[in-house]
């Protein structure tokens, strides 16, 4: 009966170390607001196309084209209607990779979405990509119902939930 007892609260113990350990994994708000303030580029942007690119495991390239609206801070001297190139990424739902601890991966950003992007240069090609992992995207303005620009199709993410099909770039924005 003791070793029964014993073995239950060891058991429990492993449980709830595990649960700590993966709450633990994420970014804590100092982090972000630290990588966010280390960010070099602080971009107001409206995304013009989101396109999805290559799988690989749990993640899918996403490749946005925004307009530039304002520019907080910006090393590369980006100024408002520039149109920039943004490197994301967006875990694919129900992978089983996709729940392992870490930092929060981005949202699908739609066409239309307009928000602060928090970014650094790429050197190798010049595009942006993200600083603050999920945290790079802070959203300014909801678009409303009656938004054509702001509006995504019912279809748009059904191409994630475990398809086997990655012939290449697929339009989230739903054209």
């Known amino acids: 009966m003791d070793r029964m007892i014993v073995s239950t609260v060891a058991a429990l113990a492993v449980i709830a170390f595990l649960c700590t350990a993966s709450a ?18 602080v971009l107001t942007v409206r995304i013009l196309t989101a396109t999805k690119g290559k799988s690989e495991q749990e993640k899918r390239d996403v490749t946005y084209t925004a307009e530039v609206l304002d520019v907080t801070r910006s090393a590369a001297k980006h100024k408002p209607g520039d149109t920039v190139t943004i490197q994301s990424y967006i ?5 089983p990779l996709s729940y392992q601890p870490g930092p929060q991966a981005p949202k699908l950003l739609k066409k239309g979405w307009t928000g602060v992007a928090y970014l650094r240069p790429d050197g190798k090609t010049g595009d942006l990509r993200i600083a603050v992992y999920g945290h790079s995207f802070v959203e300014t303005k909801k678009p409303k119902d009656d938004e054509k620009d702001g509006k995504a199709d019912a279809d748009d993410d059904k191409g994630d939930k475990g398809d086997k099909d990655d012939k290449g770039d697929k339009d989230a924005g739903g054209k």
Not at 26 to 41: F, N, T, W, Y
Not at 91 to 95: D, G, L, Q
Request: net charge negative; charged share 30%; glycine share 4%.
């Open 91 to 95: 875990n694919i739902p129900f992978h």
């Open 24 to 41: 633990d994994a994420a970014l804590s708000p100092g982090h972000i607001d630290e990588m966010r303030d280390k960010a070099p580029e």
